[in-house]
């Protein structure tokens, strides 16, 4: 008897599935849209905090011109070295304000001497003003949190403003002035809330202040 072969219908491989490693299926990552793209395109990073205490070279080259390639220190030796004024270790960045040139036997003094150091961040202070070492990006940082606590302080007087009658309640009511825990108390209270505990201080002094009702000899009251 001869062999036969049957006809089998061809295999299709199916594609194998990803999953995580917590056994969920990965999700397909969808295309960037060309928009976002383009804002990715003219993204820029920001610098590193090494590079930012980096002092370019045109810095340097300002004042070398400016120093006569001295030493800053007045001992009268040729610059070597830029200093850092305020140290990077302390946030002192590369710009021009944070900058001095010195010998390598000043820089040394300076490094090692904490009270030299303090002396110079004093010197720079009064010269470039209290925060010398700052580069763009501190003043920027700084500027944003300055707009924000000031934006805080503000809210903060329009809720004491917005609480100063019930406050002049309570006060009147407990003859005394209010402490600043009770303050901070009423302070938390939503406007609603504080809506609420104003009346109910009100109509209360309102009905302390009503005389008590009096009765003549053999009168008889109900309950």
Same mark, same amino acid.
């Given at each position: 008897m001869s062999h036969q072969t049957f006809w089998k219908p061809e295999k299709k491989v199916k594609?194998?599935?990803?999953? *995580?490693?917590?056994?969920?299926?990965?999700? &397909?990552k969808k295309p960037i849209p060309e928009w976002?793209?383009?804002?990715?395109?003219?993204?820029? *990073?920001?610098?590193?905090?090494? &590079? $930012?205490?980096?002092?370019?070279?045109?810095?340097?080259?300002?004042?070398?011109e400016e120093t006569q390639g001295l030493c800053?220190?007045?001992?009268?030796?040729?610059?070597?070295q830029t200093h850092h004024v305020m140290p990077r270790g302390r946030?002192? $960045?590369?710009?021009?304000?944070?900058?001095?040139?010195?010998?390598d036997i000043c820089h040394d003094r300076i490094q090692t001497n904490e009270e030299e150091l303090q002396g110079w961040i004093t010197t720079y202070s009064l010269i470039y003003g209290p925060r010398f070492w700052f580069d763009e990006? &501190?003043?920027?940082?700084?500027?944003r949190k300055q707009a924000a606590q000031k934006r805080v302080e503000v809210q903060k007087q329009e809720r004491l403003e917005s609480i100063k009658p019930v406050m002049e309640l309570l006060t009147t009511a407990a003859g005394r002035t209010l402490k600043s825990k009770e303050i901070r108390l009423l302070e938390s209270m939503d406007?609603?809330?504080?809506?609420?505990?104003s009346v109910m201080i009100s109509d209360a002094l309102n009905n302390f202040s009503k005389p008590a009702?009096?009765?003549?000899?053999?009168?008889?009251?109900e309950d």
């Open positions: 594609q194998k599935k990803a999953y *995580s490693s917590l056994g969920q299926r990965k999700k &397909d976002k793209k383009d804002i990715l395109a003219h993204h820029k *990073s920001r610098p590193s905090r090494a &590079d $930012r205490a980096e002092f370019p070279p045109e810095v340097v080259a300002e004042l070398i800053q220190c007045g001992c009268g030796r040729k610059s070597t946030s002192g $960045r590369g710009v021009k304000t944070n900058a001095m040139r010195v010998c990006q &501190d003043w920027e940082e700084y500027n406007t609603k809330q504080m809506s609420v505990f009702p009096s009765y003549g000899y053999g009168e008889r009251f």
